[in-house]
Protein backbone atom coordinates (compact mmCIF):
# COMPACT_ATOMS: atom_id res chain seq x y z
CA UNK A 1 0.00 0.00 0.00
CA UNK A 2 1.07 3.76 -0.97
CA UNK A 3 0.26 6.47 0.58
CA UNK A 4 1.01 9.45 -2.02
CA UNK A 5 3.64 12.04 -1.04
CA UNK A 6 1.89 15.11 0.18
CA UNK A 7 3.38 18.62 -0.97
CA UNK A 8 1.55 20.48 2.19
CA UNK A 9 2.20 19.03 5.40
CA UNK A 10 -0.76 20.87 6.70
CA UNK A 11 -4.39 20.14 6.53
CA UNK A 12 -6.83 22.35 3.89
CA UNK A 13 -9.83 22.31 4.98
CA UNK A 14 -11.39 21.92 8.78
CA UNK A 15 -10.06 18.75 9.65
CA UNK A 16 -8.03 18.72 12.70
CA UNK A 17 -4.04 18.18 12.23
CA UNK A 18 -4.76 15.22 14.99
CA UNK A 19 -6.95 13.78 12.61
CA UNK A 20 -4.61 14.12 9.47
CA UNK A 21 -1.71 12.24 11.55
CA UNK A 22 -3.54 9.55 12.84
CA UNK A 23 -5.19 9.01 9.26
CA UNK A 24 -1.33 9.28 7.93
CA UNK A 25 -0.70 6.70 10.55
CA UNK A 26 -3.68 4.08 9.39
CA UNK A 27 -2.80 4.58 5.89
CA UNK A 28 0.60 3.83 6.41
CA UNK A 29 -0.18 0.36 8.38
CA UNK A 30 0.65 -2.57 7.03
CA UNK A 31 -3.35 -4.10 6.54
CA UNK A 32 -4.30 -6.76 4.32
CA UNK A 33 -6.47 -5.47 1.23
CA UNK A 34 -9.28 -8.13 0.27
CA UNK A 35 -10.40 -6.83 -3.36
CA UNK A 36 -8.13 -4.70 -5.97
CA UNK A 37 -10.84 -1.53 -5.75
CA UNK A 38 -8.53 1.25 -4.78
CA UNK A 39 -10.07 4.33 -3.01
CA UNK A 40 -8.63 8.11 -2.89
CA UNK A 41 -9.37 10.49 -0.36
CA UNK A 42 -9.14 14.29 -1.24
CA UNK A 43 -8.79 15.15 2.51
CA UNK A 44 -8.11 13.76 5.65
CA UNK A 45 -10.71 12.26 7.99
CA UNK A 46 -11.52 10.96 11.16
CA UNK A 47 -9.37 7.27 11.57
CA UNK A 48 -12.77 5.20 11.58
CA UNK A 49 -13.65 5.69 8.31
CA UNK A 50 -10.24 5.27 7.04
CA UNK A 51 -10.06 1.93 9.12
CA UNK A 52 -13.34 0.17 7.97
CA UNK A 53 -12.03 1.23 3.90
CA UNK A 54 -8.79 -0.14 4.53
CA UNK A 55 -9.91 -3.27 5.96
CA UNK A 56 -11.65 -4.46 2.49
CA UNK A 57 -9.43 -2.18 -0.03
CA UNK A 58 -6.40 0.15 -0.65
CA UNK A 59 -6.93 3.30 0.07
CA UNK A 60 -4.97 6.74 -0.47
CA UNK A 61 -4.79 10.32 0.86
CA UNK A 62 -4.46 12.81 -2.27
CA UNK A 63 -1.67 15.19 -1.51
CA UNK A 64 -3.59 18.03 -1.63
CA UNK A 65 -7.07 18.18 -2.48
CA UNK A 66 -6.43 20.92 -5.89
CA UNK A 67 -8.72 19.84 -8.87
CA UNK A 68 -5.47 19.49 -10.93
CA UNK A 69 -4.31 16.91 -8.13
CA UNK A 70 -7.59 14.91 -8.43
CA UNK A 71 -7.71 14.69 -11.94
CA UNK A 72 -4.09 13.63 -12.26
CA UNK A 73 -4.68 10.71 -9.77
CA UNK A 74 -8.23 9.70 -10.36
CA UNK A 75 -7.77 7.81 -13.43
CA UNK A 76 -7.05 4.75 -10.81
CA UNK A 77 -9.46 5.04 -8.42
CA UNK A 78 -13.01 3.33 -7.81
CA UNK A 79 -14.22 5.21 -5.25
CA UNK A 80 -13.71 9.20 -3.98
CA UNK A 81 -14.12 10.04 -0.80
CA UNK A 82 -14.82 14.26 -0.56
CA UNK A 83 -14.83 16.80 2.00
CA UNK A 84 -14.91 20.44 0.81
CA UNK A 85 -13.31 19.40 -2.77
CA UNK A 86 -15.55 20.84 -5.65
CA UNK A 87 -16.35 17.64 -8.01
CA UNK A 88 -16.21 19.04 -11.30
CA UNK A 89 -16.46 17.72 -14.53
CA UNK A 90 -13.03 17.72 -14.87
CA UNK A 91 -12.45 14.61 -11.94
CA UNK A 92 -15.72 12.91 -13.43
CA UNK A 93 -14.17 12.71 -16.95
CA UNK A 94 -11.11 11.82 -16.08
CA UNK A 95 -12.24 9.07 -13.05
CA UNK A 96 -12.43 6.54 -16.01
CA UNK A 97 -12.78 3.54 -13.13
CA UNK A 98 -14.72 5.61 -11.11
CA UNK A 99 -18.04 4.37 -9.79
CA UNK A 100 -18.60 6.02 -6.55
CA UNK A 101 -18.11 9.34 -4.77
CA UNK A 102 -18.57 9.67 -1.67
CA UNK A 103 -19.28 13.27 -0.01
CA UNK A 104 -18.30 13.22 3.77
CA UNK A 105 -21.01 15.97 5.01
CA UNK A 106 -24.63 16.81 3.80
CA UNK A 107 -24.21 20.05 1.60
CA UNK A 108 -24.41 19.52 -1.51
CA UNK A 109 -23.60 22.71 -3.71
CA UNK A 110 -20.03 21.56 -4.32
CA UNK A 111 -21.29 18.16 -5.87
CA UNK A 112 -21.71 18.48 -10.05
CA UNK A 113 -25.13 15.85 -9.71
CA UNK A 114 -26.08 16.27 -13.32
CA UNK A 115 -22.33 15.34 -14.54
CA UNK A 116 -22.07 12.63 -12.18
CA UNK A 117 -25.23 11.18 -12.97
CA UNK A 118 -24.39 11.91 -16.59
CA UNK A 119 -21.26 10.07 -15.84
CA UNK A 120 -22.88 7.09 -14.24
CA UNK A 121 -21.40 7.60 -11.20
CA UNK A 122 -22.99 7.43 -7.73
CA UNK A 123 -23.37 10.07 -5.46
CA UNK A 124 -23.75 9.52 -1.60
CA UNK A 125 -23.89 11.87 1.23
CA UNK A 126 -24.09 11.26 5.56
CA UNK A 127 -27.39 12.74 6.20
CA UNK A 128 -27.64 13.95 10.06
CA UNK A 129 -24.27 12.89 10.83
CA UNK A 130 -23.79 16.54 11.73
CA UNK A 131 -26.85 17.74 13.11
CA UNK A 132 -26.00 17.61 16.86
CA UNK A 133 -23.12 18.97 15.97
CA UNK A 134 -24.21 22.02 13.77
CA UNK A 135 -27.45 21.97 15.97
CA UNK A 136 -25.52 22.71 19.28
CA UNK A 137 -23.11 25.73 17.41
CA UNK A 138 -26.40 27.25 16.02
CA UNK A 139 -28.43 27.25 19.63
CA UNK A 140 -24.63 28.14 21.16
CA UNK A 141 -24.82 31.35 18.80
CA UNK A 142 -27.85 32.45 19.99
CA UNK A 143 -27.37 32.05 23.65
CA UNK A 144 -24.29 33.95 23.32
CA UNK A 145 -26.10 36.78 21.41
CA UNK A 146 -29.04 36.98 23.53
CA UNK A 147 -27.33 37.11 27.27
CA UNK A 148 -25.02 39.16 25.52
CA UNK A 149 -21.55 37.76 26.73
CA UNK A 150 -19.59 39.67 24.31
CA UNK A 151 -20.38 42.93 25.73
CA UNK A 152 -20.59 42.04 29.02
CA UNK A 153 -17.17 40.58 28.97
CA UNK A 154 -15.94 43.57 27.45
CA UNK A 155 -16.89 45.92 30.51
CA UNK A 156 -15.81 42.96 33.17
CA UNK A 157 -12.15 43.83 31.36
CA UNK A 158 -12.65 47.28 30.58
CA UNK A 159 -12.51 47.31 34.65
CA UNK A 160 -16.62 49.27 34.21
CA UNK A 161 -17.08 46.62 37.57
CA UNK A 162 -14.48 46.94 39.26
CA UNK A 163 -15.11 49.81 41.77
CA UNK A 164 -16.85 49.66 44.96
CA UNK A 165 -20.38 49.76 45.20
CA UNK A 166 -24.08 47.78 44.94
CA UNK A 167 -24.32 45.13 42.34
CA UNK A 168 -27.72 46.95 41.22
CA UNK A 169 -25.68 50.27 40.84
CA UNK A 170 -22.90 48.25 39.28
CA UNK A 171 -25.69 46.39 37.13
CA UNK A 172 -27.16 49.72 36.11
CA UNK A 173 -23.75 50.89 34.07
CA UNK A 174 -23.95 48.15 31.95
CA UNK A 175 -27.10 49.79 30.22
CA UNK A 176 -28.78 46.81 28.89
CA UNK A 177 -30.59 43.69 30.52
CA UNK A 178 -29.64 40.55 28.76
CA UNK A 179 -32.84 38.43 27.34
CA UNK A 180 -33.82 34.71 28.67
CA UNK A 181 -34.88 32.45 25.91
CA UNK A 182 -38.09 30.97 27.60
CA UNK A 183 -41.18 32.16 25.90
CA UNK A 184 -39.36 33.40 23.16
CA UNK A 185 -39.34 32.91 19.83
CA UNK A 186 -37.41 31.02 17.06
CA UNK A 187 -38.28 30.39 13.42
CA UNK A 188 -36.43 27.76 11.12
CA UNK A 189 -35.82 28.41 7.87
CA UNK A 190 -35.21 25.31 6.71
CA UNK A 191 -36.51 22.16 9.09
CA UNK A 192 -34.65 19.49 7.89
CA UNK A 193 -32.04 17.27 10.16
CA UNK A 194 -29.97 20.19 11.84
CA UNK A 195 -33.71 22.37 12.25
CA UNK A 196 -35.43 19.39 13.89
CA UNK A 197 -32.48 18.91 16.59
CA UNK A 198 -32.38 22.73 17.10
CA UNK A 199 -36.19 22.73 17.93
CA UNK A 200 -36.25 20.06 19.94
CA UNK A 201 -33.13 21.43 21.96
CA UNK A 202 -34.75 25.17 21.98
CA UNK A 203 -38.49 23.79 22.57
CA UNK A 204 -37.96 21.00 25.19
CA UNK A 205 -34.89 22.33 26.78
CA UNK A 206 -35.74 26.30 26.67
CA UNK A 207 -39.65 26.71 26.22
CA UNK A 208 -39.02 28.47 23.11
CA UNK A 209 -41.86 28.73 21.15
CA UNK A 210 -40.41 26.96 17.65
CA UNK A 211 -42.02 28.35 14.69
CA UNK A 212 -40.62 26.83 10.90
CA UNK A 213 -40.97 27.23 6.94
CA UNK A 214 -40.01 24.28 4.87
CA UNK A 215 -42.70 23.51 1.67
CA UNK A 216 -41.18 20.18 1.43
CA UNK A 217 -41.88 19.23 5.80
CA UNK A 218 -45.79 18.59 6.72
CA UNK A 219 -47.22 20.14 9.19
CA UNK A 220 -47.36 16.77 11.13
CA UNK A 221 -44.21 15.71 11.00
CA UNK A 222 -43.05 19.44 12.09
CA UNK A 223 -45.25 19.20 15.03
CA UNK A 224 -43.63 15.93 15.78
CA UNK A 225 -40.57 17.97 16.68
CA UNK A 226 -42.27 20.53 18.35
CA UNK A 227 -42.30 23.16 14.97
CA UNK A 228 -45.67 25.18 13.95
CA UNK A 229 -45.69 24.61 10.37
CA UNK A 230 -45.76 28.52 8.41
CA UNK A 231 -46.59 28.24 4.42
CA UNK A 232 -44.03 31.36 3.92
CA UNK A 233 -40.86 33.30 5.45
CA UNK A 234 -42.13 36.92 5.62
CA UNK A 235 -45.31 35.43 7.94
CA UNK A 236 -42.29 34.55 10.58
CA UNK A 237 -40.30 37.55 10.07
CA UNK A 238 -42.36 39.91 12.36
CA UNK A 239 -42.91 36.87 15.09
CA UNK A 240 -39.88 35.85 15.95
CA UNK A 241 -36.63 36.65 18.25
CA UNK A 242 -34.44 34.29 17.02
CA UNK A 243 -34.45 33.54 12.37
CA UNK A 244 -32.06 30.58 12.58
CA UNK A 245 -31.37 29.73 8.57
CA UNK A 246 -31.57 25.56 7.84
CA UNK A 247 -31.49 25.28 4.33
CA UNK A 248 -28.96 24.05 1.62
CA UNK A 249 -27.79 26.44 -0.98
CA UNK A 250 -29.96 26.24 -4.01
CA UNK A 251 -30.95 28.80 -6.46
CA UNK A 252 -34.10 29.06 -4.80
CA UNK A 253 -32.66 29.52 -1.77
CA UNK A 254 -29.41 32.29 -2.66
CA UNK A 255 -30.81 35.63 -0.99
CA UNK A 256 -33.11 34.16 0.86
CA UNK A 257 -32.70 36.57 3.48
CA UNK A 258 -32.33 39.90 2.16
CA UNK A 259 -32.92 43.65 3.02
CA UNK A 260 -36.58 43.04 2.75
CA UNK A 261 -36.75 40.31 5.24
CA UNK A 262 -35.03 42.28 7.60
CA UNK A 263 -36.95 45.18 7.30
CA UNK A 264 -40.01 43.05 8.82
CA UNK A 265 -38.22 41.23 11.85
CA UNK A 266 -38.51 42.87 15.32
CA UNK A 267 -35.19 44.99 16.33
CA UNK A 268 -34.59 42.67 19.32
CA UNK A 269 -34.36 39.51 17.08
CA UNK A 270 -31.17 38.19 15.99
CA UNK A 271 -30.18 35.95 13.04
CA UNK A 272 -28.06 32.60 12.97
CA UNK A 273 -26.70 31.27 9.25
CA UNK A 274 -24.77 27.94 9.90
CA UNK A 275 -26.45 27.05 6.83
CA UNK A 276 -23.89 28.22 3.60
CA UNK A 277 -22.82 31.49 2.51
CA UNK A 278 -24.98 33.51 0.32
CA UNK A 279 -28.21 32.23 1.76
CA UNK A 280 -28.24 35.26 4.09
CA UNK A 281 -27.41 38.46 1.35
CA UNK A 282 -24.09 39.70 3.27
CA UNK A 283 -24.65 43.38 2.42
CA UNK A 284 -28.10 43.47 3.71
CA UNK A 285 -27.16 42.10 7.25
CA UNK A 286 -24.16 44.09 7.51
CA UNK A 287 -26.90 47.65 7.05
CA UNK A 288 -29.21 46.10 8.98
CA UNK A 289 -26.76 45.43 11.62
CA UNK A 290 -25.48 48.91 11.68
CA UNK A 291 -28.65 50.56 11.75
CA UNK A 292 -30.40 49.02 14.17
CA UNK A 293 -32.79 47.25 12.00
CA UNK A 294 -32.21 43.99 13.76
CA UNK A 295 -29.95 43.39 17.18
CA UNK A 296 -27.15 40.46 16.32
CA UNK A 297 -25.98 37.67 13.85
CA UNK A 298 -24.28 34.41 14.42
CA UNK A 299 -22.33 33.49 11.36
CA UNK A 300 -20.78 30.51 10.56
CA UNK A 301 -21.11 30.62 7.15
CA UNK A 302 -19.34 33.43 4.58
CA UNK A 303 -19.74 34.19 0.80
CA UNK A 304 -16.95 33.83 -0.50
CA UNK A 305 -15.13 31.08 1.65
CA UNK A 306 -12.39 31.82 3.33
CA UNK A 307 -14.28 35.52 3.52
CA UNK A 308 -12.30 38.30 2.99
CA UNK A 309 -11.16 40.37 5.72
CA UNK A 310 -12.66 43.48 4.80
CA UNK A 311 -15.94 42.32 5.23
CA UNK A 312 -17.96 44.85 6.92
CA UNK A 313 -19.18 42.48 8.84
CA UNK A 314 -15.82 41.93 10.62
CA UNK A 315 -15.97 45.58 12.22
CA UNK A 316 -19.34 44.92 13.63
CA UNK A 317 -19.47 43.99 17.52
CA UNK A 318 -23.12 43.04 17.27
CA UNK A 319 -21.67 40.06 15.53
CA UNK A 320 -20.53 36.62 16.44
CA UNK A 321 -18.32 34.59 13.78
CA UNK A 322 -16.63 30.76 13.38
CA UNK A 323 -15.14 30.19 10.42
CA UNK A 324 -17.28 27.05 9.33
CA UNK A 325 -16.19 24.68 12.18
CA UNK A 326 -19.65 24.00 13.28
CA UNK A 327 -19.51 20.43 11.95
CA UNK A 328 -16.03 19.90 12.96
CA UNK A 329 -16.99 18.57 16.21
CA UNK A 330 -15.30 15.60 17.37
CA UNK A 331 -18.49 13.73 16.95
CA UNK A 332 -19.59 14.78 14.02
CA UNK A 333 -16.41 14.11 12.33
CA UNK A 334 -16.48 10.47 13.36
CA UNK A 335 -20.19 10.23 12.16
CA UNK A 336 -19.22 11.49 8.74
CA UNK A 337 -16.25 9.51 8.71
CA UNK A 338 -17.78 6.21 9.26
CA UNK A 339 -21.01 6.83 7.57
CA UNK A 340 -18.88 8.02 3.99
CA UNK A 341 -16.86 4.93 4.30
CA UNK A 342 -20.12 2.92 4.88
CA UNK A 343 -21.43 4.27 1.50
CA UNK A 344 -18.68 2.69 -0.03
CA UNK A 345 -18.65 -0.40 1.43
CA UNK A 346 -21.93 -1.04 0.82
CA UNK A 347 -21.76 -0.63 -3.10
CA UNK A 348 -18.29 -2.08 -3.79
CA UNK A 349 -19.08 -5.23 -1.72
CA UNK A 350 -22.23 -5.76 -3.56
CA UNK A 351 -25.28 -3.66 -2.07
CA UNK A 352 -27.03 -0.64 -2.57
CA UNK A 353 -26.23 2.41 -0.37
CA UNK A 354 -28.64 3.79 1.76
CA UNK A 355 -27.89 7.17 1.18
CA UNK A 356 -27.83 7.85 -2.76
CA UNK A 357 -28.01 10.99 -4.29
CA UNK A 358 -29.32 9.61 -8.04
CA UNK A 359 -30.83 6.23 -7.48
CA UNK A 360 -31.52 6.36 -10.80
CA UNK A 361 -28.79 5.33 -12.26
CA UNK A 362 -27.83 2.50 -10.09
CA UNK A 363 -26.70 -0.82 -11.12
CA UNK A 364 -24.76 -3.33 -9.02
CA UNK A 365 -21.24 -2.87 -9.02
CA UNK A 366 -20.79 -6.10 -11.03
CA UNK A 367 -22.77 -4.22 -13.68
CA UNK A 368 -21.39 -1.18 -13.87
CA UNK A 369 -20.13 0.54 -16.63
CA UNK A 370 -16.77 1.67 -15.42
CA UNK A 371 -15.68 -1.79 -13.90
CA UNK A 372 -12.41 -1.09 -14.66
N1 LIG B 1 -21.86 24.93 8.99
C1 LIG B 1 -21.61 23.66 8.78
O1 LIG B 1 -20.55 23.15 9.10
C2 LIG B 1 -22.69 22.81 8.16
C3 LIG B 1 -22.71 21.44 8.45
C4 LIG B 1 -23.74 20.67 7.94
C5 LIG B 1 -24.70 21.23 7.11
N2 LIG B 1 -24.63 22.55 6.81
C6 LIG B 1 -25.64 23.15 5.93
O2 LIG B 1 -26.90 23.01 6.55
C7 LIG B 1 -27.85 22.62 5.56
C8 LIG B 1 -28.96 21.84 6.23
O3 LIG B 1 -28.44 20.60 6.71
P1 LIG B 1 -29.44 19.42 7.15
O4 LIG B 1 -28.59 18.28 7.58
O5 LIG B 1 -30.48 19.93 8.05
O6 LIG B 1 -30.06 19.08 5.73
P2 LIG B 1 -31.48 18.42 5.43
O7 LIG B 1 -31.41 18.00 4.00
O8 LIG B 1 -31.83 17.41 6.44
O9 LIG B 1 -32.49 19.64 5.58
C9 LIG B 1 -32.60 20.68 4.64
C10 LIG B 1 -34.06 21.10 4.63
O10 LIG B 1 -34.18 22.25 3.79
C11 LIG B 1 -35.42 22.14 3.10
N3 LIG B 1 -35.41 22.98 1.93
C12 LIG B 1 -34.80 22.79 0.74
N4 LIG B 1 -35.04 23.82 -0.08
C13 LIG B 1 -35.83 24.69 0.61
C14 LIG B 1 -36.41 25.95 0.29
N5 LIG B 1 -36.23 26.51 -0.91
N6 LIG B 1 -37.15 26.56 1.24
C15 LIG B 1 -37.34 26.00 2.46
N7 LIG B 1 -36.84 24.80 2.81
C16 LIG B 1 -36.07 24.16 1.88
C17 LIG B 1 -35.55 20.66 2.78
O11 LIG B 1 -36.90 20.30 2.54
C18 LIG B 1 -34.97 20.01 4.04
O12 LIG B 1 -36.00 19.69 4.95
C19 LIG B 1 -27.03 21.81 4.56
O13 LIG B 1 -27.61 21.86 3.26
C20 LIG B 1 -25.69 22.47 4.57
O14 LIG B 1 -25.62 23.45 3.57
C21 LIG B 1 -23.65 23.34 7.32
Known amino acids: M ?5 RNQKCRSNGTAAILEKSNDLLSGRVEVKTLYKVLLTEPIDPIGVKLLKEHFTVDLAPDPKEETIVSLIGDYDALVIRATKLTENILDAGKKLKIVSRHGVGQDNLDIPAAT ?3 VLLTTTP ?10 AVGMAIVLMKRYGEAEKLLRDGTFNQPGSLTGLLSKIGFVNEVLEGKTIALVGTGAIAKRVAEICHVGFGMNVIGYDPYVSAEVMAEHGIKKYETVEEMLPLCDVLSVHVPKTPATENMINKDSFAKMRRNAVIINTSRGGIVNEADLAQALCSGQIAGAGLDVFSPEPPLLDNPLFSLENVIMTPHIAAASDGAMYNMSKCAAENILEYL ?3 KPRFLLNPEIYVPVSEHPRRG
Open 2 to 6: EILPR
Open 118 to 120: HHK
Open 128 to 137: GANAHSVAEH
Open 349 to 351: EGG
